[in-house]
């Protein structure tokens, strides 16, 4: 995570840190406000030799890593150990390529992430600082040997290749095929044969890929139309291209891949097409990817069958874990999972109920609706159904609302406790009367009526006509747009769980019950940023529902000043793996899955951690009762 830094305190320990002891004072000061800093819990693999790519220089500022190479079956060979003040990745990050050495952490570390952008800033200016880096860069003579010892003692059988420890450019290994857009669909359709390509780029004047057409393409736009074959080939191509870096991981392309249900992706070097990374690519990875549990969702015609997918996910979660995937990138990947289990569901329930009566949506609200489930989540749902639909037509939504609730119980996501589901006929109404409700809730800024919005602000679609909810999202943002008494209210209660933080920097833990001596660091830790990022989201007009995009974007407007958005995102990512590393284990004990933790059972970095997480957290309210200071005064009504 990303603590309060203090800058005097980050240039001293700095000077102390080579090359940095060759930076004036001034520089030293910019690059400690522009740095962040990283958690990484004991054994985490932080750069994986051959597969990670190095974006940043990292500095161990607590704890320790190893680099090491693996030298046989199960054994691995040390190479050397970073401690407190010594950095790694830079010989990476000078090559731009990927690590050459696995990156390990020994124990719960703490490490200064310096962009590689800085580097090169700092390189290109100061003549010091560039000799110590190129003289670095001398030690590379060692690739030579590594990469041979690594050739001849790979680790038999070493398919557990997952997303996050692979980049793009390791996976994607043919070049894309150019086509230029005057070329006529049957040159086109020639040079896809000969180059035993799938798709076709179609380059643009300055040799951008511009358009993308792929044999489905050929099928559907020519074959099954009659088109004429003389036309050029821009008429069948789609645009704009999909495209990731190449350095970027895995991650993104299946995430785009999966959200655009897309087949093929283009992998570029600075904006230039590189390669081409296609769906089989990314099943090739391993059989415990997200990739391949989304094929078999797809495959399923059961809800019996989708539950036994399903079951599977919770093996992924560990995997992941173990890889050092960040927090953010985990609770999203299992909200794309969780909409295609949904999807599925919906198709299966028409499928045994017969078509809709009227056009609808189906959306999620609440953490599924901001992409940021944990382990399990409850059912969060709802149904937007179109105004035209006959009085009969509630009938059908009933028994269809009714077959995705149970559907879903089966496939382990619990019944929410708040009624929150479209079973319930309050969540399934007309578009009419769901924009009646919003205007309600806003104009009448009382309690119950904003603890509703909180959850259905959240809401995006998943399923069926998603223009019934871009309509009432535009319906609810007018409204926003002059609703200052309703933001008022939700900053309060976005300020009623104080982090629980005592005199001395002590926790508040709970006194007994169940839970005593523990303390809630979702109620009092993630629950107050997420309601912080909405409520500032909501009041800027922002469209993203998710927490660390509404964080970034608040940050990248430079909305609010002196609110601590870098330190809120990287706060909200420490403590969303702490809620994940903690049912990971609850689930492994067989207990139940909750967001209670004991302090004395983290290490003593993590309740420091912790510490600052909540202390950033105290700020940031404090910065809303700032903000909003006359909702002090009004009465909150019931």
């Known amino acids: 995570m990303t603590p309060s830094i203090v800058t005097g305190n980050v240039v001293a320990f700095l000077q102390q840190a080579p090359p940095f002891q060759f930076l004036p004072q001034g520089e030293l000061v910019a690059l400690a406000s522009s740095m962040s800093v990283e958690y990484f819990p004991k054994d985490t693999v932080i750069l994986r030799a051959g597969r990670s790519a190095a974006h940043a220089m990292y500095v161990v500022q607590k704890g320790g890593v190893k680099l090491a190479i693996h030298t046989g079956v199960g054994k691995e060979l040390i190479l050397d150990m970073r401690s407190e003040g010594e950095s790694f990745g830079l010989l990476s990050l000078i090559g731009r390529d990927i690590a050459r050495l696995d990156v390990t952490a020994v124990e719960d570390t703490l490490c200064y992430s310096i962009p590689a952008e800085r580097i090169q800033q700092l390189m290109s200016r100061h003549p010091d600082f560039s000799e110590y880096v190129l003289r670095a860069s001398l030690t590379r003579y060692i690739d030579r040997s590594l990469a041979e010892l ?20 390791s996976v994607a290994n043919r070049p894309p095929t150019l086509c230029a857009p005057s070329a006529t669909i049957r040159q086109a359709a020639q040079l896809m044969a000969s180059s035993r390509s799938t798709c076709l780029f179609i380059a643009g004047p300055d040799s951008r890929a511009e358009g993308i057409v792929t044999e489905a393409d050929f099928a559907s736009r020519v074959v099954a139309p009659g088109l004429d074959i003389s036309l050029p080939v821009s008429r069948i191509m789609t645009s704009p291209v999909q ?16 959200s655009r249900d897309i087949h093929h992706l283009l992998v570029t070097r600075d904006g230039a097409p590189e390669a081409v990374l296609t769906h089989h690519d990314l099943l090739l990875l391993q059989g415990k990817s997200p990739l391949t549990i989304v094929r078999d969702i797809e495959g399923q015609s059961t809800v019996a069958q989708l539950a036994s997918v399903q079951k599977r996910v919770g093996d992924l979660l560990p995997l992941l874990m173990r890889e050092g995937a960040k927090a953010a990138h985990i609770t999203s990947l299992l909200a794309r999972i969780n909409d295609r289990v949904i999807a599925k569901i919906v198709q299966l329930a028409e499928a045994e109920l017969g078509p809709a009566p009227a056009p609808y949506c189906f959306v999620v609200t ?84 904003v603890e509703d919005a909180l959850i259905f602000f959240d809401m995006r679609p998943v399923a069926g006509a998603f223009e019934l909810f871009h309509e009432l999202d535009a319906h609810n943002r007018e409204l ?27 926790f508040v833990l709970e006194r007994d019950g169940d839970h005593k001596d523990e303390l809630d660091i979702k109620l009092r830790g993630a629950g107050p940023i997420v309601n912080a990022a909405r409520l500032f989201a909501l009041d800027a007009g922002l469209g993203v529902t998710n927490t660390a995009a509404r964080l970034e974007e608040l940050e990248n407007r430079n909305e609010v000043e002196g609110m601590p958005w870098k330190d809120l995102q990287a706060s909200w990512e420490y403590l969303t793996l702490l809620r994940l590393e903690n049912q990971i284990r609850q689930a492994r004990a067989g207990e139940a899955l909750g967001n209670h933790i004991r302090p004395d059972s983290l290490t003593h970095l993590q309740r420091e951690l912790l510490r600052e997480a909540f202390k950033t957290i105290s700020s940031a309210q404090h910065r809303i009762e700032q903000r909003f200071r006359s909702a002090l005064w009004a009465p909150l009504g019931r």
């Open 150 to 169: 690594r050739d001849q003692t790979r680790l038999m059988g070493d398919t557990e290749r997952l997303l996050y420890s692979v980049n793009a450019a």
């Open 243 to 258: 495209s990731v870096d190449r350095g970027a991981p895995v991650f993104e392309a299946l995430a785009a891949m999966l």
């Open 366 to 449: 609440g953490s599924e609706g901001r992409r940021e489930q944990t382990f399990r989540t409850d059912q969060d749902n709802a149904i937007i159904y179109s105004d035209q639909a006959d009085p009969s037509a509630e009938a059908w939504f009933e028994r269809f609302s009714a077959f995705v609730r149970d559907a879903l119980e089966r496939c382990g996501y619990p019944l929410c406790p708040g009624g929150y589901m479209a079973s319930n006929p309050l969540w399934r109404q007309p578009l009419r009367a769901w924009k009646g409700l919003f205007s309600d809730w806003i104009a009448g800024a009382r309690r119950r009526s």
């Open 480 to 506: 926003l747009r002059s609703a200052g008494v309703f933001k008022s209210v939700l900053a309060l209660v976005s300020i009623e769980n104080r982090p629980p933080l005592g005199f001395f920097r002590s």
